[in-house]
């Protein structure tokens, strides 16, 4: 079974930072685009980074300097730092494993985590 499983999430004040990771269990993730994903409430889910299989990464304006993606092969996991974190970045984040990173958002969906929730408040 293919599954991703994302981890790290948490409460944190304004300012501060956390890292979200994404396992990927049935299957090795560098054959595969991984995209992050957010979700706030009373919002559509919306597309913030994504890494392609050659290590190339994009980000959406909304966190581009303060949010970094990476993945270690090693471990079959991406990664996601989030520094300079701000009330607007609550949410309920996702990884998805997919074809491509046309631009921050991934293209080809094919398999998603169950989320992680973000809670920045102080």
């Known amino acids: 079974q293919l599954v991703l499983v994302e981890s790290g999430g948490g409460l944190v004040q304004p300012g501060g930072s956390l890292r979200l990771s994404c396992v990927g269990t049935?299957?090795?993730?560098?054959?595969?685009?991984i995209g992050w994903f957010r979700q706030a409430p009373g919002k559509e889910r919306e597309g913030i980074s994504c890494?392609?299989?050659?290590?190339?990464?994009n980000y959406a304006d909304s966190v581009k300097g303060r949010f970094t993606i990476s993945r270690d092969n090693a471990k079959n996991t991406v990664y996601l730092q989030m520094n300079s974190l701000k009330p607007e970045d609550t949410a309920v984040y996702y990884c998805?494993?997919?074809?491509?990173?046309?631009?921050?958002?991934?293209?080809?969906?094919?398999?998603w985590g169950q989320g992680t929730q973000v809670t920045v408040s102080s």
């Open positions: 998805a494993a997919g074809s491509s990173c046309p631009d921050y958002v991934l293209y080809g969906r094919n398999y």
């Open positions: 049935g299957f090795a993730l560098h054959f595969y685009a």
């Open positions: 890494i392609s299989n050659s290590g190339s990464t």
